[in-house]
Structure formats: C-alpha cells, structure tokens
C-alpha cells in the first residue's frame, strides 16, 4: 500500500514538473484564456443595466461577452441575462461576486466560469466567498443534481461524484486575480479595498508573480471599474506584464474612446473590459426611439428612417459611436454606429406597426415567426446580412417576445423565458 502510494507521489512530481515546463520553458500555450482576446464586454445582470435591442449586432465585434456585476446581481438577473447572451455567437462567461450568482443554469450556458480573488482586498474576498461557495457547490448545487439526474445512484457513490464533481467544477474554472485600484467603485466596496490598500506599479507586480505561480490564476485584472486609469494604469500594466509569463493580464474601467482603448492595449494589457459604454448605448436607443416614434409614423419608408437619423442623430458623439470604437477591429465606428441606430429605429418602428395592427403573432415550434417578422424587412437589409444564423434567431425570438408581451398572441408560450425586461426598450409603449 506505501509503496502504491510513493509510485502516486512521485507521478504527481512528474505530472506538475510536465505542467510547469509548459508554462515557461516549452513554447506551448496552455492558458485556457485565448490569446487573442483583445476585447471584452461587461454586461451586468443588475435590473437598471439595460441591453440594446439589436444586442448581438453591436456584440458581434468583441472577443467575448462576461456576464458579472458587483451590486444589486441576483440569481434570477444573472439566468435571465444568460437566458439572451448565452445562445449569442459570441463566447460568453460568467464572473460571478456572490456564491450563489451559479446554479446549475448559468453552468450549462456559460462557457468558462471566471472566479475573482481580489489580491488587495480583505481575506473574504480572497479566499472567504471561495471557501463559502466550494461548501454550496460541494453541499447543495451538486448534489440536488445528483438527485435528479441519478435518483438509482447508492449514497457511497454520490459522496464520491459529488466531490469529484465539486473539484472539477473549480479546477474547470478559471482564477481572475484582481488589483482594485479604484476604492470608489463598488468592486471596490464589495471587496473592502480602502485608499490605503491602492498599490504602487511595482507592488502590484509582485503580488501578480505570486498570483501566476502559487494561485495558478489563469487572468491578473488591473480593476479601475467606473474611471480611467490614464497614466497611473499605463504604468502599472507595463510593470505587471514585465512579471507575467503565462497569465494574461486585462484591463477595465472607463474605456469610452478608441484611445483610451488603445492606450491600455499598447501599456501591456491582452484585454480591455468595456462595461459601461455598452449599456450607454442601451439607455441612449430608448431614448432616440422614443422620439422617431413621435416624429414617424409606424410604417415609415426605410428611406424616411434613415434621413430622420441624418438629421436627428449626432452619430459621431453617439454612445454606439464610442463603444464600437473601443474596439480596434471596426475601423470606422461612426459608419457601423449610424447602421445599426438606423436598423434600430427601423425595428422599433415596426414593432409598433405589428402591435398596432393587433397582429397575432405566432411562433410555430421551430421558433420561426409566421407573421411579419422578416428581418430583412424589420432591421433593413444591411444590417441583417451581418447576423450569423444563430444571431439571427435569438434576435427574431427577442422581438417576437416584445411583440407578444403588447398583443393578444397564441402559440407563443415557447417565448415565455425570453426575459424582456432587459431590454432598454421594454419600459417604453409599443
Ligand atoms: C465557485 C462558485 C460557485 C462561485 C464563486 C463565488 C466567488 C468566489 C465570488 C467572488 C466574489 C468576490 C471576491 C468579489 C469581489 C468583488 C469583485 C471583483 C467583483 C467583480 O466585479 P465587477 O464585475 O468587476 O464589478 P463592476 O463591473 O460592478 O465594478
Ligand atoms: O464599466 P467600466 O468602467 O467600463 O469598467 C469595466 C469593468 O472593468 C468593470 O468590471
């Protein structure tokens, strides 16, 4: 039996040798991050951080969708926000603050699960929330999986699964070590990071090394979530990734403009994380549909759109403007802003129209409408052809659920989880 056991040692030794080469020595890449992540969107679950009607449009630029937020993020917000991003094309994770913000829903829709370890922090939010979460897993969320999926399974065999299940879920995930750099944000507050616990460029370094070796944390997050770093960030992403040998390093806060979104890039960061700028391209949409819908009427002429946007709409100081020139792969943000506000308006315009005519809207099972919704007609012709497939469904299914929320509709029970509050649009009249 010792023997048996020495054998299992020493092949551990050689196994953690061979996954230490291949993060230093041997020119291989075994961060489960990909490299060429460069931008990432933050959308927050909260209920008064809203999406844009035509989310998978504005989404289809940026390398990966996070689903997190500090405040106010619940499980019912976090399914619900997973509920529309999750069949998007785009990669999409979850970054839970809380425990509880994973169940077993969120885990089949995200891709990759990012845990935070904050490493200037309290030790609640290093290691605490992690200790409180490895329990709820270990002891509720797999288990009351195991109940249901494998009710026939003896008690010894589940005791067994679930701690495997439980170990596997964390060594699955991956470690985002944050440095929280804003004490006025609510990571901040979440965290407990006060003034006195800001670090300087190279002690940031230092505590990323020792995140990357000891914590084998795949992501250091230099976190100003809310502001911009400027100078102070620049320097410190150039320190930490002097350190860095296998973790990628990301950068967030206050990200509005392509310089702003360069700077960070060309300091050392793989990433940048936009949170806010996204959902100001929400919150402006409603605003700007409101008003087409008083200056036209329902059955407007893709023609008379598009000219009420010209005159109405300063598109260049649009928020759609500055988030699609936060990122480096769309050259001309202001021309893909103006097309995607004018298919914006075009949509909202005939969801008016639909509800207006008292249309009842079917699905049939496929999710395919029966009446109306062609998207080609709704968004205008430019627009549609840049949807995916997948893309093109969930945003005919968003729309139909909208319409269906206003009208007398049959058949449309299969539309019943798709969580339209989310939308910035949903408060206002069809
Ligand atoms: C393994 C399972 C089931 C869950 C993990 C649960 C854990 C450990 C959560 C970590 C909670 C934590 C340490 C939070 C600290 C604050 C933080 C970094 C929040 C992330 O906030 P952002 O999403 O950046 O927030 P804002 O965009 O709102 O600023
Ligand atoms: O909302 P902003 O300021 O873009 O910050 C993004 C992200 O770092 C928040 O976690």
Not at 232 to 250: N, Q, V
Not at 369 to 388: C, Q, Y
Request: glycine content about 6%.
């Amino acid at each position: 039996m010792t023997s048996f056991d020495g054998v299992a040692r020493r092949l551990g030794r050689v196994a953690r040798g061979v996954t230490l080469a291949a993060r230093t020595v041997v020119p291989v890449d075994t961060n489960p991050v990909p490299a060429d992540w460069s931008h990432v969107t933050k959308v927050d679950p909260e209920d008064a951080k809203k999406l844009p009607l035509l989310y998978p449009l504005y989404l289809r630029h940026t390398s990966a969708v996070s689903v997190g937020g500090s405040a106010d993020v619940t499980p019912r917000n976090t399914e619900e926000t997973f509920e529309l991003l999750g069949p998007a094309s785009v990669p999409v994770f979850h970054e839970p603050s809380g425990p509880r913000h994973v169940t077993l829903r969120t885990r089949e829709q995200a891709d990759l699960l990012a845990i935070p370890e904050v490493l200037n922090g309290d030790s609640e939010a290093l290691v605490g929330q992690l200790g409180e979460a490895t329990e709820y897993v270990r002891e509720e969320m797999v288990p009351d999986l195991l109940a249901d999926r494998t009710p026939w399974l003896p008690d010894f065999a589940v005791e067994a699964l679930a701690d495997f299940a439980t170990s596997w879920l964390l060594a699955d995930a991956i470690f985002e070590a944050y440095v929280i750099q804003n004490p006025d944000s609510a990571a901040a507050r979440e965290a407990n990071v006060t003034e006195t616990d800001l670090l300087t460029p190279r002690e940031s370094k230092q505590r990323a090394m020792a995140a990357e070796r000891h914590l084998g944390s795949e992501l250091v997050y230099l976190e100003y979530s809310g502001t911009y770093g400027g100078d102070d960030a620049a320097e410190t992403l150039a320190t930490i990734s002097e350190g860095l040998t296998w973790s990628r390093l990301w950068y967030g806060g206050g990200i509005d403009s392509r310089e702003r979104a360069t700077a960070m890039l060309d300091a050392g960061a793989d990433a940048i994380v936009v949170g806010d700028a996204f959902h100001r391209v929400a919150d402006e949409e409603a605003e700007l549909c409101e008003r087409a819908a008083e200056d036209l009427g329902p059955a407007a002429s893709a023609s008379a759109v598009r000219e009420w946007v010209g005159e109405n709409v300063a598109v260049a100081d649009s928020h759609a403007a500055a988030y699609l020139a936060t990122i480096p792969s769309v050259l001309h943000p202001e021309r893909v802003a103006e097309r995607y506000l004018t298919a914006t308006v075009r949509t909202w315009l005939r969801l008016r129209e639909l509800v207006e005519d008292g249309a009842s809207v079917r699905a049939s099972s496929t999710g395919q409408s029966e009446n109306g919704l062609d998207l080609g007609r709704t968004l205008g012709d430019d627009a549609s052809d840049e949807l995916g497939s997948d893309d093109a469904e969930l945003v005919r299914r968003c729309l139909l659920a909208l319409v269906a929320d206003r009208s007398d509709a049959d058949g449309l029970s299969s539309l019943d989880d798709v969580p339209t509050d989310h939308f910035a649009l949903s408060g206002s009249s069809l």
